[in-house]
């Protein structure tokens, strides 16, 4: 695998680091007060009776039965996404599918799972969960309440994680002990920062995922979200103090159920040094397991076939849950 690739970004996305440097950067340490800070949070979100309302979507599939959902996260908050049943087979498992920055327009149905139920909430803010004043667009999502870590959207976001998990054991009460979470960029940082708090979540997959080791995070340069809260910076020099409790890499030191992480060598969008620093966290264990990619967030010539074998590692890995 290699990070030369051919771009036309004023910055390097690979850093100038090879596989090993990548894999040599450690988390930062959780600031005073993060698990409680957690906890009280997923003690919130548990309370919250869910409430979810399913009915018949437009869209439709030979293998799925697709539904529109709704459920009630945290602050009374509606979140909306889509449900996926299996139309043949029994259910056997769950599955959360978080969404990237840029949201979600529709289910993914290729996803490499059976006998699962599936659900793909949007985050508050974003697509189907619209919330004012939180802005969908993520340059101001990302700073949404941002000096007010009690209120910052990313830990609401979080809530709704927790939130679609109780909506599906509501639908489903037998499926307790056997969900799985898996989320790209913005929802593997989101599912990071919630899985370790969450006994109800048996595994997780992450991919590329953002949030990780806040002070590079913060210094790097960047094309995502990252960039925006940079910017912020320049006049509130503080910010660092409140982003330390939403640290992506600092909460994966806890996670103890077995991972998949997809990092990767060149990402102009979230940098690899704070994916690598989200997979590097997790408790060495035959259970996890860490897949390289080429690149993150660009196209590249063997992006198909990585995809493919990364959906093959998918499939065994959820087909357990």
Known sequence: MSTKMKHNFPFDPSYGLTLEGLRAIEPPP???GFDDFWQARYKKALAVEPKPVVRAAKASHPD?????ITFTSTDGVTIGGWLLVPRHGRIRRGLVVGHGYGGRIAPDFDLPVTETAVLFPCFRGISRSLHPPISPEPAFHV????DRPERYVIG???EDLWGAVSALIALFPDLGGRIGYSGISFGGGI????IPFDPRIARGFLEVP???NRPLWLNLPTTGSADAVQRYRRTHPGVLDHLRLFDAASAATRITVPMLVAVALFDPAVAPPCQ???ANALPHSKFNEIFILDAGHFDYPTDSVQQAALSERNRRFFEVT
């Open 30 to 32: 959780a600031p005073p």
């Open 64 to 68: 799925w039965l697709v539904q529109d």
């Open 143 to 146: 700073l949404h309440d941002i």
């Open 156 to 158: 609401g976001c979080v």
């Open 191 to 194: 599912g990071a920062l919630a």
């Open 210 to 212: 953002t949030f990780g």
């Open 276 to 278: 690598f620093s989200v």
